[in-house]
């Protein structure tokens, strides 16, 4: 009996070959999105889950009530000497350490490679499950001559060549031996290194050892088992003690409040200053399962469409299967089969093409997503499941319709007639699939748009041909001006300047007590720019009152200050050239420029000559130059500071290119966001040619008599799509509201977003119809040319 | 005695009045008859025969079928009842075109949940009967109209009915393979199966051993 649905199943399959390819392809789209979503969001949520203790750690934040940095008043780090504090004061606490990672320079063999490297204490292997794959692991942090690679990083170094008792320089200072060598970080994890040494190797070890206001380390505490970590939490202010005075004696008004944040919840649900590494997002994960959910309902309608107008020409079936004794239970159980049969080799299909389509959504989403599917059955079972919820969910309504005609009118065929019911329900699916999909594609002409306007924005500084070659040795700053001039000694080189750090994200924060009419002695905090006199003019930054930096002067190199627009009106200034500014006095104000990203808004900020030691450590060789011959240009840039700093290596970047690095994310989001767009449109689409061709079918007798009568092909296909519009333009004016508020809401996010304009709804309005249009006439034509004769002989 | 059927009615009402497709037939059949129904076009040929099939309702009357009260029975057992007793055979064939002949041939034993080794045996005995062996495995567009009727008999007969309904079998043939077709009803008849066919023909009525004729829904 089975096997006999299954007969029938297939052999209606391979004789209805479009219908059966556009069923199928419809149903497998959906479920390849469906699954591809379902990978990115179980990555998402995979985050630290390989840590076997991931559950019992801790990473030990704070709050600075008061201390507004970049939008948020908490920070990802703690003092160092808590480790020790908190492994004596609290029983519950098992392990701590303290992390922290910093790109630095290692040689081997006259060969330099600049990698991030991982500064830790020996909790680090109690707390993290971090595999040694070759030598020894916890074991190495003790001794600060000890390095430990990941197996790639062992790679890249040594070839095929044993990495263990191999020497490496680290920031030509220390001479490290290789002990260990371990498995490189998962991808699913907030933070990624290329080797790890001991923290006493960092340059700042000894001054942070004991510092209770020193915030250079990431600290993680395990918790023993059934400790709650609330309670501890509400002990920690304990340690104000050791804070406040620090703090209130720099003449802070904040201090710490330190607070436990669980390892899991790091990446999708905080986001604080110096996080390790850029967070996901937990709406990020909602969006996506949304539209993933979407798209498989979206792809479950047009199943249930299709299948339903072509139940229409199975009627005889039907009526026949009756006749000869079939009972409804039989007729549904075919049809559901059916249906599972479809469903399920639409899924096998699915799962195939998923996994070959995996690669280019990694490209595309910037992840590294393994195909966990095959990996953990439970996983498959699941979506084994899903699909066969979606067999019979489809195959329902089909199935009951069908089984439920009375086998007189089956054999008639005339059944179909008064199917009000039926129609209204059709006709709601079909306007709910073109809400859904016009209102995810007016979400993404925003997106794009909103997208565009951030990468064209007036930033107030030309970053047009603008490159920098980031740096992190000192050196380079005592020999700043021979680098200068040798690099303008290139005649592509236009321009060069030596500057702490680049527009795009300045992030160097601190008080300014001191200011002309400051009566009260009250502290602004403010942004700063170290910069040397070429900066400005290279940004062709716009100068709106007095003059920039200059060598003529011989106090701009100690006490000169220029201020941005932000600043004075903080101050309440009218004019600001000439008064008094923290340890100097103000030369000039410049026009507003972004520091950051769109997200934050432009704020006070000052720029002042390199002077202190501090802000010469670091920085960037920035250079103007001519587009053409840029290789050439590149290659003589990298040999330049090569000869005169040997041994780093230097990266040339485009500003342009850092700057989009900024907006990655989105970017990417942005793309599979319209991607996802397109696919739902196509699936209605097709929902659409499911439902024209039912009606085409039902109203095959009206369009005969209408042709007999001398009605034109032209007037019957207007009949036919007159109708259809009416859906698609109902279903604009229900989307348009929907999608108004959803992207309302989600350029409030930006801090300069562009504004919705109503040709967008016009424009997607437009594109649906045309859609719709093109769907529709294909069937109608193919209606209004057919012999009328044959038509009304069924009758 | 068959089936009975006594002032038996049915009727539609359109725009208030009520227009009668059957109206007050009276008729008896014994088993081993071959009756043939005739009348003009919508004389209510049709109808009475999908109501002695019991695919259609009536408004009023009786219909006893081997001494089952028809009208008083409920959906369920009647559909059960023309299962057992009842083959159909149409004008069309109406066979299922995804399936072979020997497939649409065991149709009717699945339904009726017969053993895969009983069915085997049946049908290969149906396919002997008729001289089809060779076409088994034909699907019905590549058989002629005689062919595809033959199959349709067939079919009907494979659950070894006591009456068989036949709606104008030879309406879409030739008169040289509705010939063929009416010897083997008259054969089937001989065997002892009670036939009732609807024929606009008056040689085809002459196969059968009664006929009765229809107008307006009336026997006349």
Redesign the interface.
Known sequence: MLRNYFKIAWRSLIKNKLYSVINLTGLTIGMVCFILIALYIQFELSYEAHHEKADRIYNIVQQQKGNDYRGTDLFAVAPMPMRNALKEDFQEVEAVTNVNIRGSLLIHNDKSFSERGLYTDEDFFNVFTVPVIEGIGKEALKDPDIILLTESLAKKIFGNAPPLNQTIVLNSLQSLTVKGIIADTPKNQHFDYDYIVSNKLSSTFLADENNWSSNNYHSYLLLSKGADYKNLEANLSIYDKFTKPIYESVGLKFFPQFFLRPLKNIHLYSNMNVEMSQNGDIKYVYLFGLIGLIIIVLASINYMNLATSKSAERAKEVGVSKVLGARKGHLIMQFLGESFLFTLFSFLIALCLSLLLLPAYNVLLGKDIPFTILGSWWVLVGMLLIALLLGVLSGLYPALFLSGVSPVKALKGNFLKNHKKGELLRNSLVIGQFVVAIALAIGSVIIHQQLGFIQNKKLGYNKDMVVHVPYWEKQISEKEEVIKAELLNHSKIDKVSISTQIPLDLTSQGPVREWEGNVDNKEMWIYRSYVDYNFMELFEMELIEGRGFSREFATDSSEAYILNESAVKKLGWKTAVGKKFDDGRVIGVIKDFHLQTFDFAIEPLYMTLRRQHFTRNFGHVILKIKMDDFENTKLFIEKTMKAVVPLAPYEVRFMEDSYIALYEEERRLGKAFNIFTLLALFIAGMGLFGLVSFQVLQRTKEIGIRKVLGSSITGIVTLLVKDFLRLVIMALLIATPIAYYFMYNWLQGYAYSIDIEWWVFVLVGFLACGVAFATISFQSIKAARSNPIKSLKTE | MLLEIKDLFKWVNSGGNRIFLLNDIELTINEGDFISIMGPSGSGKTTLL?II?M??DFNEGEYNFLNEPVHTLKEKYR?NLY?EYIG?V?QSY??????TVY?NI???L????YKSSERKSLVADMLDRFNIVGKKDLFPSQLSGGQQQIVGIA?ALI?NPKLILADEPTGNLNSKQGEEIMNLFKQLNNDGVTIIQVTHSEKNATYGSRIINLLDGMIV
């Open positions: 999908n099939g695919l259609d559909a299962k159909f149409f109406h066979l299922i075109d995804e399936l497939e065991e149709t009717p699945l339904y009726k949940n079919r659950s």
